[in-house]
């Protein structure tokens, strides 16, 4: 079992800048990803980050490359999503997710195998 605990979401003006940060306790797995979801009001959940924790590359979607960066600390067991010149339409609660299998920076959230019970980012214009 993982556990993942999420922290750092709030509201802020559009152009302003959050940090959310995820982490992890539990057992440990030698392929692990992790990832950063959100979900906005009436929307599907969407992939907004991976990391792979030992190799360490990642992937964004397109909408946030460039001023989101996904970052992990080992010796903390954390993972971090820095966000930078926030938009109205980056409105959602953020999810932290955990695949212990993994084979590739999934988008999936099915391959997920943990979840994060969320965080609320609200971005004002």
């Known amino acids: 079992q993982v556990q993942l605990v999420e922290s750092g979401g709030g509201w802020v003006q559009a152009e302003g800048s959050l940090r959310l940060s995820c982490a992890a306790s539990g057992r440990t797995y030698s392929r692990y990803c992790m990832a950063w979801f959100r979900q906005a009001a009436g929307k599907e959940r969407e992939i907004v980050a991976v990391v792979n924790w030992s190799a360490g590359s990642t992937y964004y979607t397109d909408s946030v490359k460039g001023r989101f960066t996904i970052s992990r600390d080992n010796a903390r067991n954390t993972v971090y999503l820095q966000m930078n010149s926030l938009k109205p339409e980056d409105t959602a609660i953020y999810y932290c997710?955990?695949?212990?299998?993994?084979?590739?920076?999934?988008?999936?959230?099915?391959?997920?195998?943990?979840w994060g019970q969320g965080t609320q980012v609200t971005v004002s214009s």
């Open positions: 997710a955990a695949d212990v299998n993994c084979v590739g920076l999934s988008s999936r959230p099915r391959v997920y195998d943990y």
